[in-house]
């Protein structure tokens, strides 16, 4: 999977999807605390153009669960994941459900519906104030869940495995608590529409800058 075009970005470009993976997080954050009710916070966003080269160690431990939601938005090669390790993905069902947590136990059927619920809730709302801010209508697909076993870190699940091939831009933001008891994140890998719309709305598209470059005789 690819982004659809050229990942040669400049600073300014890295910094628009940068600010809107920010702002898109923040709501994430804040629909997820109501869910789960406990503090969610963000750490910082990231924009990256390389593939990923490994599974992070945040996502989980060689030989753990790793919990996967992925959405597609608009059906132009924009995506967004949610990924949870294993015992986050127990823990944040326990808590959607009121149910005492038991850590360490097991993930089950209970566990990959309240991640659904979740992660469609989550990333709708991360979607929302692209979207207005763009002033475009941005339709997500349902979501596909997955709960694999990290055996190798190079060995990507294959919901995950686009974030290691090609040249995908990635928009990542983690997920932590006040406790910063467990990490999760929250991927965004905007397509190539949704990338022009936002150097474009920054001022930052090839255009725009060389009108302000010729504004200085440059």
């Given at each position: 999977?690819?982004?659809?075009?050229?990942t040669e970005l400049d600073e300014l470009?890295?910094?628009?999807?940068?600010?809107?993976?920010?702002?898109?997080?923040?709501?994430?954050?804040?629909?997820?605390?109501?869910?789960?009710?406990?503090?969610?916070?963000?750490?910082?966003?990231?924009?990256?153009?390389?593939?990923?080269?490994?599974?992070?160690?945040?996502?989980?431990?060689?030989?753990?669960?790793?919990?996967?939601?992925?959405?597609?938005?608009?059906?132009?090669?924009?995506?967004?994941?949610?990924?949870?390790?294993?015992?986050?993905?127990?823990?944040?069902?326990?808590?959607?459900?009121?149910?005492?947590?038991?850590?360490?136990?097991?993930?089950?059927?209970?566990?990959?519906?309240?991640?659904?619920?979740?992660?469609?809730?989550?990333?709708?709302?991360?979607?929302?104030?692209?979207?207005?801010?763009?002033?475009?209508?941005?339709?997500?697909?349902?979501?596909?869940?997955?709960?694999?076993?990290?055996?190798?870190?190079?060995?990507?699940?294959?919901?995950?495995?686009?974030?290691?091939?090609?040249?995908?831009?990635?928009?990542?933001?983690?997920?932590?608590?006040?406790?910063?008891?467990?990490?999760?994140?929250?991927?965004?890998?905007?397509?190539?529409?949704?990338?022009?719309?936002?150097?474009?709305?920054?001022?930052?598209?090839?255009?725009?800058?060389a009108a302000m470059l010729s504004k200085?005789?440059?």
């Open positions: 999977m690819s982004s659809g075009m050229n470009q890295m910094d628009a999807l940068r600010e809107i993976g920010n702002v898109g997080a923040s709501h994430a954050s804040t629909a997820l605390t109501k869910l789960v009710k406990t503090d969610i916070l963000i750490d910082v966003t990231e924009c990256r153009v390389l593939p990923m080269p490994s599974l992070p160690n945040r996502f989980g431990e060689l030989g753990s669960l790793v919990a996967t939601l992925k959405i597609d938005v608009d059906g132009e090669g924009s995506c967004i994941y949610m990924v949870f390790p294993g015992h986050v993905a127990t823990y944040l069902s326990d808590l959607l459900l009121s149910t005492p947590h038991q850590p360490g136990r097991q993930m089950n059927e209970q566990d990959r519906e309240a991640m659904v619920e979740l992660g469609d809730i989550c990333i709708r709302q991360y979607l929302v104030p692209i979207a207005k801010f763009l002033s475009v209508e941005i339709i997500p697909d349902p979501p596909a869940v997955s709960v694999d076993r990290i055996v190798d870190r190079l060995k990507f699940p294959q919901l995950l495995r686009p974030l290691g091939d090609g040249s995908l831009i990635r928009i990542e933001t983690n997920f932590v608590d006040t406790k910063k008891r467990f990490q999760g994140a929250i991927i965004f890998a905007p397509g190539e529409r949704l990338q022009k719309l936002t150097f474009k709305r920054f001022g930052v598209d090839a255009e725009s800058q200085f005789g440059l």
